[in-house]
Each structure stands twice: as structure tokens, then as C-alpha cells.
């Protein structure tokens, strides 16, 4: 661990984006504090702490799952101007990189998955798999292959472009801003308190997301395919609301449910998406099992 030519500061050879891990550490220090803050509130406070943080991570969780994930990435549905307008703003809210983005690394996911041109390969180890890749450069051969890959349709997306030009300050304002807003004006608790809790929302949702890329490589049952290292696991189903059958997924990444469809298979976002089909804003008829 050093410093290497022009300040890039590396570890285990790779170079890390300092401003990145600079911002990680701090929004995990305020989360911390929030956390310790929360735990020492009123009890009327803190029982309706738990309600609003619960439905903001549903907000911005589904943003990234029915939104970047299954909408976008894996192009697995179709859907309305209305509704991908309110999922870009859902996935704005958790702040996990502008659609674009996360829709070109999760297509390098599937196409090398657990290689080493895998953004967040396993073959690597479980922290980097779960955080680490996103604290280092992307390789030179990761990069090449980015550039190969047919986005052709994210950049003709109107709701994508409009996102990824003005990223920093929709997000800003969806995630931290306005959710500190709504929480003051409705348990109260004071802006500073409310400011803590959005950022311990924040880290929460992204580390519940970041399971399915570790967690879901290594834990739980591969009774679809046994020779990939991707995983069903109930557990992160729950919390990242049904991204956790991931053994499926990978066999079937066009699945629009990302999962078998069984009543055991708890899925909060196929459920999400089905409703709005009823409402006519979706259509998961063109959903079929193949690989994207």
C-alpha cells in the first residue's frame, strides 16, 4: 500500500477513486451517528423512524430493482412514460449511479459473470464482490469491453438521458433532501436528526443491494444450475425485495420476476409491477427466458 506516480494511491494494486472512498466513509460515519441518535429518541419517535425509513427503502429500493435492474438493464418489461419517469425518480432516491451506469455494469455482470472481467467478480473475494469494486479504477480490459457493449437503447431512452444529465442534483434531492423533509414535517424529530436518518436509509440500501452481488454469490442453495456460483437466498429476497433469487436470475436473466414464479418466492417488486400493469402503465408479456 503507497503512492504511485501522479497521487493515485493503490492498494493490492489496484487504484483506488479516493473521492469515492472519501464519500463512503463519510456517509458511513453520519449513518453511524444517526443509527446511535435513533436509538436514543422517544420511543413515539422511533417506532415511526422505523415506519417512514421502511418506506423510503421500498421507494428507492424498487427503484433500482424494477427500475435499473429488471426495466432497464435486463429490458425484461416494458413500460409507459409515467411510470418510468416515477422509477427513474425512485432510483434516483437510492443514489447507487445514474441508470446508465448501473444498466452497463450489470450487462458486464451477466456477460462475464465471476470472471475477471466482471465489475464485481466473486473469483475476487466477498468484500470486493460486496463493495471493493466500486472503491478501485475499472480495469483497462473492463473498460475495453464497456465500450463493446450494445447501449445503443440506454442512450436513446429520453428518461435515461434526462437522468444522466442532471444526476447529481435529481439525486441529491431525492435522497437526502426531500426524505428529510417529508420526516420532519411528519414525526418531527428536527432536520438534523431527520438528515442522519436519510443517510443511514442510504447506506442501508446500498449494502442491501450489494448482497445480491456477495451474499447471493456464495450463500444459499443453486437448484437451478449448480455450476455457477450464484445463489437463492431468502434472506435477501426479503430486505432487497425479491432480487435474492439470484440463482434463477442468471439462469433466466430476461425473467421479468427474476425469480420462479411461486408463491414461496417472496417478490415485492414483481407484485409492484403487476399492479401498475393492471393500472395499464406495464407489460411483462414480452418477458421470456433467455440470456440478455
Known amino acids: ?22 464519500w463512503l466513509g463519510y456517509m458511513h460515519i453520519l449513518a453511524l451517528g444517526g443509527l446511535i441518535y435513533w436509538f436514543t429518541e422517544e420511543r413515539e419517535l422511533f417506532i415511526n423512524s422505523i415506519y417512514m425509513l421502511a418506506i423510503f427503502h421500498v421507494i428507492s429500493g ?5 427500475g435499473s435492474h429488471r426495466l432497464w438493464a435486463h429490458r425484461s418489461y416494458t413500460a409507459k412514460t409515467p411510470y418510468r419517469v ?5 432510483n434516483s432516491m437510492a443514489f447507487q449511479g445514474s441508470i446508465f451506469h448501473w444498466s452497463r455494469d450489470h450487462r458486464l455482470h451477466h456477460k462475464f459473470s465471476d470472471t475477471d472481467i466482471d465489475p464485481h467478480s466473486m473469483n475476487k473475494g466477498f468484500f470486493f464482490a460486496h463493495v471493493g469494486w466500486l472503491l478501485v479504477k475499472k480495469s483497462p480490459e473492463l473498460v475495453e469491453e464497456g465500450k463493446k457493449l450494445n447501449v445503443q437503447d440506454l442512450l436513446d431512452d429520453p428518461v435515461v438521458a434526462f437522468q444522466k444529465k442532471h444526476y447529481f442534483k435529481i439525486s441529491t434531492l431525492m435522497c437526502f433532501i426531500l426524505p428529510t423533509l417529508i ?3 411528519t414525526i418531527g424529530g428536527g432536520f438534523f436528526y431527520n438528515f442522519l436518518m436519510s443517510c443511514f436509509r442510504y447506506c442501508f440500501i446500498l449494502h442491501t443491494t450489494w448482497c445480491v452481488n456477495s ?5 444459499g442453495t443453486r437448484p437451478y444450475n449448480d455450476a455457477i456460483l450464484p445463489t437463492e437466498n431468502l434472506l435477501v429476497s426479503i430486505f432487497a ?6 440463482n434463477w436470475h442468471h439462469e433466466y436473466p430476461r425473467d421479468w420476476r427474476a425469480a420462479e ?32
Not at 86 to 90: E, K
Not at 241 to 246: F, I, K, M, R
Open 62 to 66: 424498487l427503484g433500482i430493482t424494477g
Open 241 to 246: 425485495l425479491g432480487e435474492g433469487w439470484h
Open 215 to 219: 451474499v447471493c454469490h456464495m450463500f
Open 183 to 185: 420526516m420532519e414535517y
Open 261 to 292: 414464479n411461486k408463491w414461496t418466492k417472496i417478490n415485492a417488486t414483481s407484485l409492484f409491477i403487476q399492479f401498475f400493469e393492471l393500472l395499464g402503465q406495464t407489460d411483462t408479456n414480452g418477458s421470456k427466458k433467455c440470456e440478455s
Open 1 to 22: 500500500m503507497g503512492v504511485y506516480g501522479k497521487g493515485d494511491f493503490k492498494v493490492m494494486g489496484y487504484d483506488l477513486k479516493k473521492e469515492y472512498c472519501i
Open 86 to 90: 416515477l422509477l427513474m425518480l425512485f
